[in-house]
DNA sequence: TTGTTGTAATTGGTTGAACCATTGCACCAA
DNA sequence: TTGGTGCAATGGTTCAACCAATTACAACAA
């Protein structure tokens, strides 16, 4: 009914307004900032308040602080990471649509690989909690991401946890869409009994596929709803 | 000859100090830390350097802070990102050895399909400066990253480019000790040679086939060097 | 008792001024 | 040319104070 407003505290108002600079080349990399008690006048905040926006960016890699030297923007596509492409994604509404697509494209040969592991390395512990998750009343999109995330945890690969946390945070934003079609939850309802099956039967390769299979339907479905929003 | 040593900033160590408390458990998820008052004073430092070393901790994602409210230790695991494990992989030496691997993993499921993208969509551009770099007098390690870069950027998906990107903070860290090995150098001399030609030949199952191989290589060389170094 | 309201306490957010530490540079002397 | 010296610029840290959002709770009303 309502959507929820969007409060930022200033330091944050000031590294999205950083951020946008130097990812649209307005501030290009190897330039130098303003001294930070010129940059907080021009802002008009404290210095304090400028200096919390800065540690963001640094965290994100976008520039390189130098004491005694100054503030440096680095080269973004060179030093990103992909928290800048979830900042991307979320605020550069003109690209979306292509790093979606890209991001699907390239889950699309994480996951499967994945869900082989899973079935391959899976703790017992594991399989019990993948199958009471398939008996649970999660909405069907909560339940989507909990079995993701429970196939990352017994694939047994860190980087796989780490990746999916990814992948996670852009479908909370765009999953709304996919499964408001009843055909996407079906199809997504007999994915959830099917890999859970696979892996708990420990068939690695029916995992790859069954994972793989669902990933191909939802990319085309996705596509499709681009295509039909955006152009 | 001399290595650099290792400065950091107060903000740097206090955050150092609060992520380890964090990934170790002592400080476990969903727990609240003190008010930054009293933080501050524990730690020995004033109000404002402990912020700066919280605002890093909410850029990786590890804390949730609230206005009048506290801040609240997440659960890493649903909310880590790639930047935490790069720190993880630095910091934690008695796990490193394994992320290793699991990155080494990862990368031969991505990076050959890369190679294959980038074989289709390359730009004339982006084939001139592939052989162009093989006529450089880079250093063999300097080459294999820029070759890889050229690469991401040719396959036309940013997620290849920012997902390389934390690849190269990696190896940048220990490919010292794989092109220490001449035959490594060999390997990847004519690894270069081969992948630039498939590329620029637009010939992309022997892009992703090259690209496979060498990281085959790469990652069974890998894993002898740290089974002899670390068991 | 139950629910509401107002107030105080708690806690993060911001400001201002001052001083410390590091760097870069111009200048000088050997 | 090389190394030292001092100054100015710039990021790092501290202190003290106040603003703003949230929470806890007492007081009150139904």
Chains 1, 2 share one sequence.
Request: aromatic share 8%; hydrophobic share 40%; with cysteine.
């Amino acid at each position: 009914m309502f959507t929820s407003v969007n409060r930022k505290n200033l330091n944050e108002e000031i590294s999205d307004q950083i951020i946008t600079k130097i990812v649209t080349g307005a501030l290009p990399c190897g330039s130098k900032l303003p001294p930070e008690r010129d940059l907080a006048l021009q802002l008009n905040v404290n210095r304090h308040t400028l200096r919390e926006a800065l540690r963001k960016l640094d965290a994100l890699d976008l520039v390189s602080i130098r004491q005694g030297d100054g503030i440096y923007v680095r080269d973004f596509r060179e030093s990103g990471n992909l928290e800048l492409l979830k900042y991307l994604l979320f605020s550069r509404k003109d690209i979306t649509s292509d790093i979606l697509k890209n991001i699907l494209e390239i889950r699309r040969f994480i996951s499967p690989e994945m869900a082989y592991k899973a079935a391959l390395n899976r703790s017992d512990e594991e399989a019990k909690i993948l199958s009471s998750l398939l008996l649970s009343d999660l909405t069907i999109e909560e339940r989507d991401l909990a079995i993701h995330q429970s196939i990352a945890r017994g694939s047994g690969n860190i980087l796989y946890i780490f990746l999916l946390n990814f992948f996670n945070d852009i479908f909370r934003e765009f999953g709304g869409l996919y499964f408001s079609f009843k055909e996407n939850v079906a199809a997504s309802d007999r994915f959830h009994r099917s890999i859970v099956k696979a892996i708990c039967n420990r068939d690695g390769n029916a995992a790859r596929k069954i994972m793989n299979d669902i990933l191909v339907y939802a990319e085309n479905k996705v596509s499709k709803y681009m295509e039909s929003n955006y152009e």
